[in-house]
């Protein structure tokens, strides 16, 4: 391995695990680790033995011999440590007898009798002499400065797990067992328990190894129940405690307490290796995996709580376990509100969402224990009970509901099932508007209020939650808004949901609030007053990492009742700020709308689990111990485990599912994709190459001076005119940009606004810009300064200068800023406005039209298609190919209608009905981008897709508008390259990608790999 | 033949030059190199070079407009901006050049540099200091100078 520890990384891990470990036992530890300190740490505390193993595998007798450790004994009777003084004296005071009350925040667990070995020859114990212990020198925190030589504090570390115990005539007399030792050392260190003892029998005198039988009672302490946040906060620790053996249910069992009532799920369960594999076998393989059904059964039952193990009946599994039998799944009718006819199999999803949203047991969720928790009677008079997470060991006062479970799912239905209208007929059937009961924040803010980060184990713990950037989920509860539903989508998706509710349900049925842009307001009040909520994960996660200096309002304020994400696999990697942003969001329900819940890891699943709190899977090390690691070992039982975590939770349905009677859900005639190679015409080829050697020229230079990435921005440009080269040569003198000033008015204010940020000298003269701005309202050609020729693609610099874009950046030394060359003032690139005019075009199309290669080839087409009366929908990037593709449309007596981006959502609208309804119109141009979601465009059966995109999901997506739902023809679908030109690279670059994204590529091999791309179209 | 591939606006510049010229202004260009211009122009009225027809050549380079124009006097003249080989000191044909200034504007320039000597940024040191120490001899041995050389003889 290359890698490199870092000092810093050994100082990271030495903060957690103290100086009891030298330099080499971290390093090490570090290497077994990958460098992870989170894991490494998890292998010092997992591994008794970690450091000097030998030493630790020594008799008791030879432990007492070192000097350190007579070193220690000496202290803990002559100066005892402030605790054991505290100690010492509450034994000396109360005595040890059982059931004393103890202060008022411990509360005592249980005492027992544990059987002590002597370490010493010739001292005296007797029956009912106090005894007080030592814990190993970890205890104090680390770099105390009692033991500054490195050599000493690692003998020390030796007997770290050796827990001592002492009487005040004789000191050390002895040690409790490694059992005992091991699960009270880190509990008592963190004080969170603390144990006194009184010796019950023992030999007169004492030899070496002789038992000693002492009692003990345990005391936890009762900050310890407040600290455990139990919403969001649970899977704080589980990235830093990878570890999945918790010391306190496994003091408990040593205690011999137990629980009245166990929990449904334990760590055993999942460990047991002869568990069967096959979850249609075994039911006990669903009660692990399947909390929901195991909490109906038990709501069912009523008070016999306790009554556990019970096998899950069939029929009740089968009822809800999705992807194999979802056939089976009862429709349920949506509401009347919901403007749209549901198919069979979405009324199923609707209902298969309904029951998973009720977690089983819509009465008796909040009176019945989540099934990782257990109950214990505490030994204290006052009569504690104390709930303990048997995966976790947390434990708690509060009782844990199954409300805490995951209610949600994943729907998983692939592309073009209609997810989003699914989703919409639950947030209809359920809106869960604003304002409504939200048990968990308001049954849990009593005692949240007093918590706070400091009730972290230790200070070293939360050093690495810090590093982890869990920190934040640590924050202590304020009291939150209950909110209705919210959406989180990628931005470019943000429009089509608000869309796409608002034209399915009755208007004014739901009230829908779109979350986003810089001014978007922080007031958890308006999220409340709406039903649903969309945003953005972008959003989500700068409102995630602003939280701590904005406490109040965004999204973290509120409670929702449901939370939606669609394209779930946004957050799969576990460790980015937006996974760790969405399972930070409070909410009653939780759902994840994918396709592709796992795109190339295993491990993305976890990050869906996390979000939706399927326990006890949000718990990374149990995750990693038994599904991950196995998996990449290959191991066969854990894809098992992982089909049967999330058969239950999850629906996934394809085009090929078919119903009850084996038909499939979705008929779709056949989609037949050709693609159409052809090759340019002699003039066309002599404009591309001499384009082409131009571009490459820049292209080469960039690589030459190893500047490719930082010109990125204008590489796609050069390679954006080769694109358009291929579509018509025309679109490369077009004018590239944007229309922001084709306002003359707005033109004319800018100009005249004036005198803010410039001495007044500089600014153009009001008569002047009314001049300019006049010409161009007329019409007016005029000339450029410089070439003397009528504008062409005329630029206004700030100083109301009007010049061709090319004569004006020829004239500058460098590319970004020069002088006017009208009046010597100093101007940015970025300042130049591109002058406002009629034609996009730098020459008039209309009166030079020539068709391009490309052009013709769609004209024969459409040509062939005129009489069979079927309709095309002509797809381009670039809606300046479609203002030319609409001359020869006219020309040839095409009836069209064209959809782009300059449409609103009622314009949009009206294209798409005329287009469906008006039988003379048959064609549509549309733009890619347009055209990509959301549209359904089934009344045509012909799909000319004119340039290849990069992503050939978008292209995709974009021919799935007529090869979906609805469709009853059969679907041609043309896809046009031109042969020999950036095009035809274009598509080898395309399955790259579907190769690149499928392996995952570091950093810099990406790096690399965009360079090699970018050559390859070069060529 | 340079003639071959002159660029639109030299074309468009002498086409203007020879239809529209400028008062007190004349500029052809030569036969056998449209980018040599033959040139001249007449002292202003007021100033020492009344009276005169001053000779000029001025020479489009390659990178025209991008670059100044190369200009120079052939006939001789007393001026502290202008030395003896009829090298002109003048912003705009150096630094301050722009491509929106044109072959017109450049000669409109110098006919200004004419009627008001600059001798704070001299070319010809010594014309320069006599023009500081003692202007009216100075314009004495100007105007002597275009009676001399620039009588159009």
Known sequence: MATKVTADLIETVRSVVGADFSDMDIIRALHMANNDPTAAINIIFDTPSFSSPAVDRTTPRKTSAPPPVTNSVSHANKTPTPKSIERSDSNRRHGPSEGEPSSADWWLIESAQVAGLSTCKGRRIKAGDAVSFTFPRSVSPPKSGKFPGRGRSMAAASCSEIVRFSTIDFGEIGRIPNEWARCLSPLVKERKVRVEGCCVSAPDVLGIMDMVLLSISVYINGSMFHKHHRTSLKMSHQPTEGSVVHPLPNLFRLLGLTPFKKAELTPEDLYTRKRPLDPKDSPGVHAVTLPLEKCRKLSDDGSKVGDEGEAISDSDMDRIVGVADSSELEEMEPPTILQCVLRPYQKQALYWMTELEKGGCSDGAATTIHPCWSAYQLKDKRGLVVYLNVFSGDATTEFPSTLEMARGGILADSMGLGKTIMTIALLLSHPGKGGSVCPLSESSNGSNEDCSISDQPSPDLKRITSISGFDKLMKSKKLLIGGGSLIVCPMTLLGQWKAEIETHIQSGSLSVYVHYGQSRPKDAKLFAQNDVVITTYGVLASEYSAENTEESGGLYSVHWFRIVLDEAHTIKSAKSQISIAAAALTAERRWCLTGTPIQNNVEDIYSLLRFMRVEPWSNFGLWNKLIQKPFEEGNERALKLIQSILRPIMLRRTKSSTDKEGKPILVLPPADVQVVYFELSAAEKDFYEALFKRSKVKFDQFVEQGRVLHNYASILELLLRLRQCCDHPFLVMSRGDTQEFSDLNKLAKRFLKGGQDADSNDVPSRAYIQEVVEDIRKGEKGECPICLEAFEDAVLTPCAHRLCRECLLASWRNATSGVCPVCRKTINRQDLITAPTESRFQIDVEKNWVESSKVSMLLHELELLRSSGSKSIVFSQWTAFLDLMQIPLHRCNFTFLRLDGTLNQQQRERVINQFTEDSSISVLLMSLKAGGVGINLTAASNAFLMDPWWNPAVEEQAVMRIHRIGQTKSVTIKRFIVKGTVEERMEAVQARKQRMISGALTDQEVRSARIEELKMLFT | ?153
């Open chain 2, 1 to 153: 033949m340079a003639n071959s591939n002159l660029p639109r606006r030299i074309i468009k510049e002498t086409q203007r030059l020879l239809s529209e010229p400028a008062p007190g202004i004349s500029a052809s260009p030569s036969e056998d190199n449209m980018r040599y211009f033959n040139v001249m122009i007449l002292g202003p009225t007021q100033s020492p070079y009344e009276g005169g027809v001053f000779k000029l050549e001025l020479f489009l380079p390659e990178e025209y407009p991008m670059a100044a124009p190369k200009v120079r006097f052939l006939t001789k003249i007393y001026h502290p901006n202008i030395d003896k080989l009829g090298r002109i000191c003048l912003d705009i044909l150096k630094d301050k050049w722009s491509p929106a200034l044109q072959i017109r504007t450049v000669l409109l320039s110098i006919q200004a540099l004419l009627s008001a000597p600059n001798p704070d940024d001299p070319l010809s040191d010594n014309i320069a200091k006599h023009w500081k120490t003692n202007e009216a001899e100075a314009v004495e041995t100007a105007k002597e100078w275009t009676r001399l050389y620039a009588s159009g003889a």
